[in-house]
């Protein structure tokens, strides 16, 4: 009876050996890595660590908070569970606490280099601003760095040209964490996403045409183009808003008074326009564009999604009404 | 069209006049003025009033441009020098290679100092070379790693594209490259998106000693399968293990899969300027870049060869056998992009719908190439770069590959070159041909002797002599000119002090701008006093789309982005917005009128058929 207690333990004990994935046989571990100085450190097969700080405390920090080891494993293989990735890391996000010395085991398990770096640290100690590693698979390779003193979400990426767009990508949320790494699989939505809205399995049959939605307001043009572009959807709403407007002041006008009318009115909206825009134009020259519409720029997607999104409501709703 | 109105409309005034007034002569204000904008939109497009006075010529500036130089403090680079006891030819270009770059890939990433491999974007596992084995004073196992990287490509969290690789000003089309394998990160730094200097186009130039034992190993860091193909090279279909060789997955090895690596064992018993590419979905996949020129050089003692030659180009360090017949060598690649597929991988992140839009949808039979490039970029990029600095009485050996798909014909100004090798044959010495025009096929070699003596055949004397595809199209880029594969020839008596040929013509800073590149700037700008052929005012076309497009806003067949129609269309959904007002205003009204008709019709039937 006694002995009984050994088939649980054996059990754990075989449980917690398969837990552990299987090193392949020719793990090669980056252990002999030559300092050459600034926490840079490589060796001849490719092993490479970048920003290693064991002992210089970052603002904010009067001492190391814990003392973290993680290890992160990086391959095409932990990509199957985000559809539409290549490479992953096994976990997406670490969250240790501020002044936390961390040390990361970056186990790279393709044939292929993959990088474990950590982006957004105080460039005083970290040229850069960066932690990376790197190293070609199968092999395991180490650093360690200390996390500055504050609450922070830091971008974990592999840097290699469409990796971190095709996957891999995590994020270290030090203490309550910052504002959270976009596209991050799992965890966070993409800022520009595809749209999936065409993809149905086609098996054989004539090549995808034109999808044109049924009853609603898209006319071809003699050119063969479609009308429905963003500009038509904002002259509808011109009509529609302006009409009671414009059916107020024409009224009782015959055709030819109207022309007259517009005309007059468009004289004056040049007039207007030429003597508004002098200053205007001294001012925006005096203004540094380039940058404002650099900055600009980076809302054009998410308008342009906005304005997309507008369409195919009125789309739907023509179609309703119909 | 008319005669069927009327066959309504006939009877339907017989039978009901006071209706047909209310449907033509009811008058509501709004009535009048959709009329008064129906006529206006039938004007607008055929608007050309009778006027005693043409629109006169604006000045129209040529916007920003970057400097015809923009490299500075290279002027080290530029020198003849030895490093790690390799000697580097003189390279007095704008943008020269760097010479630790050539110093690293002639002895091995594994035989140069950490000194010389950090002021180069080399793995230290990138090029190994080591054993003599023939005891010829040069080693004879070469080891050459390879990976697939994507410029000019999409990211999920910002407008633009990266990293990014600009092939002439403004003009950055999505590629896929070889690249010699590097450390780091892919961009020059972390606050730059361009490119590190050695992940670029073309894919380098390999070369490698005849007798070698080559192994070029693939390390596939791309999101799809690729395969090398040796074409030209000898190479066994397969290896001593009995795996495929050939990289075709048809028939001999199998996909090379995202994040695994494929060796390639070669022993070339001949030489001769070769291909490699890659063999999945072979349309697609050479046309974005994965091709590259690969050269064996002749076996002779002492003979380090050059094994990676970045961007192609000058070869800064020319193998024994090409030096003792020559003076200077180049690489010159040429490559053809059509903007619709390299605007794939901007267009979607999905790695599905890539693959989809790119060997589903996208299809080539249609295609028609827009960028010409030389070495990776077009006029006036090539200049910086590109340029075939000569000096009199010189032999110069020029290795060509045409990897667009379609002929080329490259015209050399003021010389006429030999053709010595054919796909990497020697052609009978007595037969050789001296000509001006090389028509060269799809990847098709050819090796050209020009000679620099001024006997008004080889050479009508210095000067600075361009080399340009006569395709015509070929010296534009997406039809203006001039761009695409142009560059020249130049004397070094006619090269400034920073690289850039000492030309006697009109301005060419402009081409440095986006605004020209964009179609912005009128062919004939400010050509005299009065700008006689300059732009009209109101007539100028809108610059064409930027080529990193953002998605279009739905999908491409249902949204044309055409911002020429804009107005107009902004017009029609103006009167449509008009039109639906007045209905819903006059609904009653028109139920009836509708009701009435309908009515009229049915009884009518029999009358009109």
Redesign the interface.
Known sequence: MGRFWLIPTIGCFLFLSTSVAEEPDDLVIHNNL?D?GNGHL?????G?V?GQNTEVLPGGCDSISEEREITVRA??KYSEKF?????AFDQQQWKVKPCAKLTVHFINE????HQF?V?GLPKYIYK???F?L?A?GPSKISGTFIVPGYDQTYLVHC?????M??GMKGQIIAGKGGISM??VPGLTP??????????TLKTGGP??????PTGS??VA?A?G????????????????????I??RR??????AE??QE?SSMATKIIDWLITKSKPLVKLLSSLNLRKILEEL??Y??PA?AC??WS??TLIKLINRFK | MGEKVNLVLKPLKKANPKLMNDLTMRRHPLRSLLCAFAVGILIIPGYSPAQLKLPPSVAVDKGKVKPVCNVVGRKAWRESQVIEGVQIQESVLCDPDNPYTVAAAVKGTNNVSMTTLMETNFAADSVIKKNDRDGDGDPDDIIIKLEVMEINGHSPDFVGVVPTFDVAPGIQPGMWVFAPKTRGMSTESFVSLAANPMIRAPSPAIRVEQGDRVWIVLENTHYFPHTIHLHGVDHPFTDITGEGNDGVPQTSDKYVLPGTRRVYEIRPRQTGTMVYHCHVQTHTHLAMGLVGMFVVEENQPDNWVQSVNIGAGHVRHPSVGVLAQYDQEYDLHYHALDKELHNVIQNYNDPRLIAKKMNREYDITDSTEDYFTLNGRSFPYTIRESLVVVEPNQNIKIRMLNSGSEMAAIHTHGHKATITHYDGIEHNPVAQITRDVYDIAPAQRYDLKISTIDDGTHSYGQGIWIFHDHMERGITNDGVNPGGDVSAIVYKSYLSENGIPKTKGIDISAYFGRKFQTRGVPVFANLDAWNSLGGVFGLEPEPAPKQAVPKPVVTPPLVTPNSGNAFRNFIVGLLLGLAVYLLYIQREHVARLTNQAVALLKTSTGGVK
């Open positions: 030559m050459h490589m060796d001849m097969g490719g490479m970048m391959g095409h559809p539409g990735t290549i490479f393709d044939n292929i280099r770096m982006h850069a601003g960066m990376h790197e070609t840097d290699i040209s469409q990796h767009e095709k976009p596209s993409q800022i520009i996403p595809d749209s999936y809205d065409d993809e090549p995808p045409s034109p999808v044109i307001i898209v043009t050119a183009g479609s009308l429905l572009t963003g500009t038509l959807i904002i002259g509808l709403a011109f009509g529609l808003l302006g009409a009671p414009l059916a024409f009224k009782n006008m015959t055709p109207i022309i517009l720029d980076h054009k997607k342009l304005l997309d369409k195919k």
